[in-house]
């Protein structure tokens, strides 16, 4: 069956980096892109980027421009999303999704907690 | 920006009644809009896309209406598990979530 799975929850210090991955398995992994989107405590889910696994082209929301980067590797078919200089504000769970127009199959999600 | 509001914030309804949720955008995005169930400690569920279209394996209780700028989630008969926060999504523009409603079961 068509799934993503992602890696498991991590810990850092602020100013810090992290890199969560995400596995696709079921399909085939260059048809369709990954957008990355993550839920901080009490708040809602917020998109953070996408990235073509076919094409390697990505687009950043404005608001993580510069402190984070995508990546594919096609022959694993696995996602890639760092995010550099850790704020406790970037605590949240963070999920990869297939993008077919929508958000189809979404990984089970990676917590990730900033706290110094 | 495009920026999508929903409303009610927070419903309460008992098990076999009708939800009505709603979702405006700022401007037109003609059909583009999901809707997603979200539950605590899961990842979120695509329920419907293009506005109006089931994603495979969601019951028929769930059913999404509109264009333009005006969007409805109905689940017409509300079961206990139906317990969530759903998020409208639009990708006319790069993609923007809602802030979400939670639909409480009493």
């Known amino acids: 069956q068509v799934q993503l799975v992602q890696s498991g929850g991590e810990v850092r210090k602020p100013g810090a980096s992290v890199k969560v991955s995400c596995k696709a398995s079921?399909?085939?992994?260059?048809?369709?892109?990954i957008s990355w989107v993550r839920e901080a405590p009490g708040q809602g889910l917020e998109w953070m980027g996408w990235?073509?696994?076919?094409?390697?082209?990505?687009n950043y929301a404005q608001k993580f421009q510069g402190r984070v980067s995508m990546t594919t590797d096609i022959s694993t078919g696995t996602a890639y999303m760092e995010l550099r200089s850790l704020r406790s504000d970037d605590t949240a769970v963070y999920y990869c999704?297939?993008?077919?127009?929508?958000?189809?199959?979404w990984g089970q999600g990676t917590r990730v907690t900033v706290s110094s | 920006e495009i920026v999508l509001t929903q409303s009610p914030a927070t419903l309460s309804l008992s098990p076999g009644e009708r939800a009505t949720l709603s979702c405006r955008a700022s401007?037109?995005?003609?059909?583009?809009l999901a809707w997603y169930q979200k539950k605590p400690g899961l990842a979120p569920r695509l329920l419907i896309y293009d506005a109006s279209n089931r994603a495979a394996g969601i019951p028929a209780r769930f059913s999404g209406s509109g264009s333009g700028t005006d969007f409805t989630l109905t689940i017409s008969s509300l079961e206990p598990e139906d317990s969530a926060v759903y998020y409208c999504q639009q990708r006319y523009t790069w993609p923007l979530f809602g802030g979400g409603s939670k639909v409480e079961i009493k």
């Open positions: 079921g399909y085939n992994f260059t048809t369709y892109g």
């Open positions: 401007q037109s995005i003609s059909t583009y």
């Open positions: 999704a297939r993008v077919v127009g929508a958000f189809d199959v």
């Open positions: 990235i073509s696994a076919y094409t390697g082209n990505r």
